[in-house]
């Protein structure tokens, strides 16, 4: 799509004027195009996509080249795919899958643009412990594989 770059301001502006942050815009061949937006410290509306879709429409032409758009919320249940949703997530429970496909329990210190910090508690060694240790790590994002909100009710 060679308005991908017009596509991609209009959903920046649109999104800073509304208390939103952009997670990903998705392009496919078929000009099948998804935004994903999530707001610091509200939950995305439907008036936040219904109002981005009419902004974005007003400035990426049809005429030009045709697309389907799409525009929703990061989910709860989906991994973090930016580091804001990251520092959102600051005093939440985690799972993190490092690259290496260790899995931790997690809660989140920090994070700013290279790395997350995190606690976690460590299993004693031996046979029969029971005693745990708090960790505390800083990772950088390239080392994480994924990372999900742990929901509680």
Known sequence: MKQAEILKTAA?????????????I?????????????????????D???????YIQERVSRDVEDYALTIGSAGLTSPFR???QYRKAV??????????????????????????????????EGKGAKARETVTERLSYNDIKSAKPIIKF
């Open 82 to 84: 930016v580091p804001r």
């Open 26 to 46: 998705e392009i496919s061949r078929d000009n099948d195009i998804d935004v994903t937006i999530d707001a610091d410290s509200r939950d995305v509306t439907l």
């Open 91 to 124: 005093g939440s429970e985690v799972w993190i899958t490092r690259a290496t496909g260790e899995r931790l329990k997690a809660t989140i210190l920090a994070a700013d643009e290279d790395a997350v910090e995190f606690s976690w508690q460590k299993k004693g």
């Open 48 to 54: 936040d996509c219904v109002g981005m879709t009419g």
């Open 12 to 24: 920046e502006q649109y999104a800073d004027a509304n208390g939103l942050f952009l997670v990903s």
